[in-house]
């Protein structure tokens, strides 16, 4: 089958250019490696996406974005996209299967970024996590760290700090990066505590963490901390399956124009994917949407 619009990665940029493509009567398939939702669906509460007062969890909203998509007559396949082969038609190989596209939208988002420390592979999924609202339950009354001082940190701290004793937010600068309001919120918990100017080491320990070695970035001291856990919220890196011809930045991020358009005619890209100032659940579904219209419109010329 050729399909009008084949889209990569099933996080709320792709979703949404899912639903606009396929409400505009065009043949859509949407690829998407584990399940739909992205980062979207490890988010405790999301306060600031339009239209729901008092927030939403992040996996119920990607529910909703989920089922309108399949409502609208989305077709969505789950497999890994390794490469995407231009031509006037476009061809999108799977590990199973090989799909065939008038267009292509990749969506892919990001995936967490890791410290890159001693201990950190052995002991992932023994006390090293990427998702509070995943692990929490596993820390009750025990004490861990945080690494990171954005919003995920510190979003993410205050949702540890209603199953754990105690944080620490570990942060390589001496002021946080969280927006004004989370830090406010985060001053309410009691047992939430920072060290600045900090960086970790070494996670030690036999079969699951005992302590981490951390350093002073002032004095370029070493100390060991006691701690039963450590969550990692230090930024992403982008996803992006393999395409000969297409322009990156120094990042690793896909560049596009306004209108999600990539150095290759017929393919765009949206979301997390793409070089951007903002990356949010908002923007990434307004990025979809411009996506998919492009997309359409390519395909009007053709």
């Known amino acids: 089958m050729l399909y009008d619009v084949i889209i990569v990665g099933g996080g709320p940029a792709g979703l949404s250019a899912a639903i606009y493509s396929s409400r505009a009567m065009f043949k859509t398939l949407l690829i998407e490696k584990n399940g739909c939702g992205g980062q979207m669906i490890v988010t405790d509460l999301l306060e600031n996406y339009p239209g729901f007062n008092g927030g939403i969890n992040g996996f119920d909203l990607a529910v909703k974005f989920e089922t309108q998509a399949i409502d609208f ?7 890994e996209v390794v490469e995407i082969k231009n031509g006037l038609v476009k061809k999108v190989v799977t590990i199973n299967s090989i799909y065939e596209s008038k267009t292509v939208i990749i969506a892919t988002g990001t995936r967490v970024k890791k410290m890159n420390i001693p201990g950190e592979t052995k002991f992932m999924g023994r006390g090293v996590s990427f998702c509070a609202i995943c692990d929490a339950s596993f820390y009750r009354e025990k004490e861990i760290l945080v690494v990171g001082g ?20 570990l942060h ?30 070494e996670i030690i320990g ?7 070695t951390v350093t002073d970035l002032e004095t370029n001291q070493d100390k060991h ?35 999600m358009r990539t150095s290759i005619d017929g393919i765009f890209a949206c979301g997390d994917i793409r070089q951007k100032h903002l990356r949010q659940v908002v923007t990434a579904t307004s990025d979809g949407v411009h996506a998919a219209f492009s997309a359409e419109h390519y395909i009007d010329n053709l």
Request: charged share 25%; with cysteine.
């Open 73 to 79: 007559g989305v077709k969505i396949v789950y497999d």
């Open 150 to 169: 954005g919003d995920s940190a510190v979003q993410e701290s205050i949702y540890l700090a209603k199953f754990v004793k105690k944080v620490i937010i």
């Open 172 to 201: 390589r600068r001496n002021e946080l990066r969280a927006t004004k309001i989370l830090q406010e919120r985060m001053l309410s918990c009691p047992n939430i505590f920072i060290m600045y100017n900090t960086v970790p080491k």
């Open 206 to 212: 036999k079969d699951y963490i005992e302590k981490v």
């Open 225 to 259: 901390l006691k701690v039963d856990g450590i969550f990692v919220f230090i930024g992403f890196t982008p996803m992006v399956p393999f395409i000969s011809g297409i322009a990156f930045d120094e990042h690793g991020y896909i560049i596009t124009d306004e209108n």
